[in-house]
């Protein structure tokens, strides 16, 4: 205990070192990675996970005093995210707003994005509604913090007010900044999804699982993020934890996906798994069609690949150039019309593309249209294609494991 004023304005009332204050910092700080990515992200805007209701209100109190951020605000701006992402409508696309937008002024974004009310009442339902949420919550978010930062003075005394600053720049920094900045701008891609996201790193630890961002694009309602042997998802492990007592209930994991030999034509099975992996199928093409075929013309063309197409053109054809320049994508399409059997193979995966995005109700139909695309890959006569497609016809759904 401190023994004059000045003792306690220095250390507070248990007169820690910084020592102890650097563990306190990284538990609060860690506490508070937990409440977003567990409870905001993961529990309320895709209802991957539920929580026991006392664990429930612990993240709702802790993201209030050390965020500010109302739930039904921060799950309304994350599902706009998914529902408009890399369109002038998403809340924070470094692919419009500019990297350095998003990764240096990503609160700024979050705050223009949750004042927008008509989004709020579009894609905020189904968050708390209860008289903690109405009264306090969400009537006085800046309470919050302001309370917090009385308790981190009372506790650790003007040490305390200097953790409690870096607790109020850690999410703005590693969740609007990091995750939404770079997440979508440099790293590695497990799926060629329909966006730019990326994984930072294959360990999710240091912001609770979040780096995988790339895995969740590809299945936003799994409660778990690592989708590979050597990724770690630290937020899983910790709800695995919480299930295990009784506190959580896993209500949705990606599902995994198995390969069925000597299937002669698409069934429903295979509709149904190309559906839920429409990315992996996606990938599949990339690594199995596009590049053997890619190392086959410069071999013919006697050429290194990288002279034959520079690596970022090469990338467009993943996507059909969604992300280049237009210069950049006219290049690639000047590129490939030049060459008929690259050209039928971009051609494949764009019909493929198509018909897995499609939003149709009529699964006969789709069905059909699959069956349509096999029979017109192997008659193609390119050897790589006639492959992949008798491997497709084999997708099946296989229930995932933990």
Known sequence: MPASFLDFLAGGLFQFGWGALAIWFLAVTQLTIFAVTLYLHRSQAHRGVDFHPAIAHVFRLWSWLSTAMVTREWVAVHRKHHAKCETEDDPHSPMHKGIKTVFWRGVELYREA????????QYGKGCPDDWMERNVY????????????????????????????????WIPFWAAGVVNGLGHWWGYRNFETTDTATNLVPWGLWIGGEELHNNHHAFPSSAKFALRKWEVDIGWVVIKGLEKVGLAKVLRVAPSLDVRPNIQVPDTDTMRALLAHRFQAMTDFKHNVLKPALREEAQ?????????????????????????QPDARAQLQAWVSQRPRIRTLVEHRARLAALLEARTHNAAESLQHLQAWCREAEASGIRVLQEYSMRLKGYTLQTARA
Do not use: N
Not at 114 to 121: L, M, Y
């Open 138 to 169: 969400a009537r006085f978010p800046t309470l919050g913090p302001t309370l917090l930062l009385f308790i981190s003075f009372a506790l650790f005394g003007f040490k305390g007010v200097a953790v409690w600053a870096l607790q109020m720049a």
């Open 114 to 121: 949750s004042a927008r009310r008509e989004d709020i009442e």
């Open 300 to 324: 013919a063309a006697g050429a290194k690949l990288r002279a034959l197409l520079p690596r970022r053109l090469r990338k467009g054809l993943v996507d059909d150039g969604r992300w280049l």
